[in-house]
């Protein structure tokens, strides 16, 4: 056996690790959950039993060298955000306080045995659950919820290049979503030599053509033009605040009862709007992406103060430069805007209970920045536009590497990527003060519709 080829145990202070054959690209973190601890050892043996077909002379496993993480205790949880506990969302079972994690990082053929061996249906390649997932709803799951309500905001979405898909015209992902839950006055904004592809799939009253005329383009890049026009288009908005959309979102999820269930109403958006006429001196608003908050996890249904990208709400209030733009450059549009806005004083919060479902553009899905400025970046790097986001927040962000596969598992291996140091942020310039000023409870008459 190569040496490259055994395994090494590693212990770390929040998870431990199994690297299999350390040359294998496709290693990558797998999350094991147990319904309790009792679950271990008998996990552990089928590890074992998988290795003794791959080893002459299995290494042995032992229980102890492995730290259980109490997953599901309210370790995300501060006292403040205690006065949100009457919104909808993240309810768990007392008994979801038992599940254990530990991690392993191995490679996805290793990962295809285990599902293989435990007879387990394989959701994702990144996590198990053993021997079944717990949820409060005694492992039954819910298919989607509807409900009654009607967004309050204009909804706009960029677009380029994504008009034609699996050899037909067919409408971007957002806007089939939000067709699908009934939302019709929706504007895609687009460009002008577009229009007649567009306009295959989408009517023409829901296209607008970007007029350059009517923004400074100048040194921007991607969609940053777009965006600022969408600014532009509602700077007189007599309603407040509009939506702005990426355009490969593929579906809303509500985090609860230990599931990411689909939305099939307009309440994402709805619940979103609500709180945003509540709080006080919030600037951009927006949704979690589904992929960063994992139905295990509990978290505060808001998280203040942070980025906000891909499904944006938007005070018309906003600052502008001079030039009446809120948007500029070419990369990491959604990180600058953010953190400008904390730097000067205002707030910004994203729902973790209702989730925005982004499709992978990496490698997998043309249009978009993807087929241009992302191209420019070395196949998607990530160097350039970390770096454009050093020139501009140095102060606050720096350089890291992190682990990154494209959708069709062609290019992967560590890249460029940034971090942002908050606390060194509010260190700086002081962190934002947002009102609560919600008079009663938000509740909503949701509709929970079970897979049949």
């Excluded at 997932?133 to 309500?149: A, E, G, Q, W």
């Excluded at 400074?216 to 288009?233: Q, S, V, W």
């Excluded at 006080?280 to 978290?299: Q, R, S, W």
Aim: net charge neutral; proline share 3%; hydrophobic share 30%.
């Amino acid at each position: 056996m190569d040496a490259t080829e055994k395994m090494v145990l590693r212990r770390k202070v929040n998870k431990s690790t199994i690297i299999l054959d350390t040359n294998d690209k496709t290693r990558h973190n797998f999350h094991i959950h147990l319904l309790n601890e009792n679950y271990f050892e008998e996990f552990m043996n089928i590890i074992n039993n998988i290795l003794k077909d791959d080893y002459d002379e299995p290494p042995i496993i032992i229980p102890d060298h492995f730290k259980l993480i109490q997953d599901g205790k309210e370790k995300h949880i501060k006292e403040e955000d205690y006065i949100y506990e009457q919104l909808d969302g993240y309810e768990l079972d007392d008994n979801f306080k038992n599940v254990r994690k530990f991690t392993f990082e191995i490679n996805e053929k290793f990962i295809d045995k285990i599902f293989k061996t435990t007879n387990i249906h394989k959701h994702s390649n990144k996590y198990i659950h053993y021997p079944h997932m717990f949820t409060k709803l005694d492992n039954v799951c819910v298919d989607n919820i509807t409900c009654d309500v009607y967004h309050k905001y204009p909804i706009y979405i960029l677009s380029k290049g994504r008009y034609f898909r699996d050899r037909k015209y067919q409408a971007p992902k957002t806007i089939q979503y939000l067709e699908e839950i009934g939302i019709k006055d929706y504007k895609v904004i687009i460009e002008e030599d577009e229009y007649e592809n567009y306009n295959k799939s989408i009517d023409k009253e829901n296209l607008i053509i970007l007029d350059r005329t009517k923004i400074d383009t100048e040194g921007d890049g991607g969609g940053i033009p777009a965006r600022n026009f969408i600014h532009y288009l509602n700077k007189n908005n007599s309603l407040g605040a509009y939506w702005i959309l990426d355009d490969n979102i593929n579906v809303y999820h509500f985090a609860n009862f230990n599931q990411r269930i689909k939305c099939n109403t307009e309440l994402p958006f709805v619940a979103i709007e609500d709180l945003f006429d509540e709080l006080t001196n919030v600037m951009i608003c927006g949704h979690e992406y589904t992929c960063f908050a994992p139905p295990k996890d509990l978290k505060p249904k808001l998280r203040f103060n942070c980025r906000v990208f891909s499904s944006i709400l938007i005070n018309n209030n906003i600052p502008t430069f001079e030039n009446g733009n809120i948007w500029r450059g070419i990369y990491n549009e959604d990180t600058d805007l953010s953190l400008r806005i904390l730097k000067m004083g205002y707030g910004t919060f994203i729902a973790q209970h209702f989730l925005a479902k982004k499709e992978c553009t990496n490698g997998g899905v043309k249009g978009g920045n993807h087929s241009d400025i992302y191209k420019q970046d070395n196949k998607g790097s990530g160097t350039l536009k970390t770096n454009a986001l050093l020139e501009l927040h140095s102060d606050v962000v720096e350089q890291v590497k992190q682990f990154w596969i494209n959708k069709n598992k062609t290019e992967l291996g560590k890249r460029d990527h940034h971090k942002i140091n908050y606390e060194k942020l509010y260190e700086l310039y002081g962190k934002p003060d947002i009102i609560n000023e919600m008079k009663s409870i938000i509740k909503y008459n949701i509709k929970y519709n079970y897979k049949k």
